[in-house]
């Protein structure tokens, strides 16, 4: 099946700096969605990207969708310690299934 | 808007008994909701995709018999473990898909802990 590989697995980082995240795939997707999961929540949904090439913001969030339509990457700029958490990729692969394919997520500390 | 509830929140029960876990969107329809279920530090695992007046549809390895999943109303899926056994404790969580206006997005429950002792 259709795989999702998210990069890096996790990060530590200061507070104030930023962050980018990317997940790649073989094989093209036709939507991608970042989520954000705290621990014992279910994951949240921060930005959703429906064509080739289109850039979207949410606050500090930022998230591209590839030209190639193989992968997607998530910035976080200006980090704030609620930032901490889980971040997942997901995307709907073509042949208009609604069943999301996820990334393995990325673990994100911020330290004060 | 977009907010799904799931109700309990966390659930302890003795082996053997059955376990009945509620989905709602609060404020659309969704005609299709997901079930997931979710081991520590790792992704999330779907279990099957709940139609809105037709028969769920389960991934592979998933036991339909075990894990009995209703989806009513446009606003309600429910799923029953059913004789819960140790194993089964995990982290469910379920989704309601929203499409209307072209979106195609998943919102997620806040999940339900289950305990099997």
């Known amino acids: 099946g259709q795989q999702l590989n998210q990069s890096p697995q996790s990060m530590f980082i200061q507070e104030g700096e930023d962050v980018s995240m990317n997940c790649t795939s073989s094989s093209i997707f036709n939507t991608w969605l970042w989520y954000k999961q705290d621990p014992g929540e279910g994951p949240v949904l921060l930005i959703a990207l429906y064509k080739a090439g289109e850039l979207t913001s949410n606050g500090r969030l930022t998230a591209q969708f590839g030209i190639t339509r193989k992968d997607s990457f998530l910035n976080i700029s200006a980090s704030i310690p609620s930032d901490v958490g889980i971040y997942f990729c997901a995307g709907h692969p073509p042949g208009g299934s609604e069943k999301l394919v996820f990334g393995k997520g990325m673990k994100l500390t911020v330290n004060p | 808007g977009a907010v799904v509830s799931q109700h309990p929140s966390r659930v302890i029960c003795k082996s053997g008994t059955s376990v009945k876990i509620e989905c709602r969107s609060l404020?659309?329809?969704?005609?299709?909701m997901f079930w997931y279920r979710q081991f520590p530090k790792q992704s999330l695992m779907l279990m099957a995709t709940?139609?809105?007046?037709?028969?769920?549809?389960?991934e592979q390895g998933v036991e339909k018999d075990k894990f009995l999943i209703n989806h009513a109303s446009l606003t309600l899926s429910t799923l029953t473990v059913t004789s819960a056994h140790p194993e089964d404790s995990s982290f469910y969580i379920c989704s309601a898909r929203h499409g209307a206006g072209g979106r195609n997005e998943q919102f997620f429950g806040p999940g339900t802990r289950l305990t099997v002792l």
């Open positions: 709940s139609n809105e007046g037709s028969k769920a549809t389960y």
């Open positions: 404020d659309f329809q969704a005609t299709t």
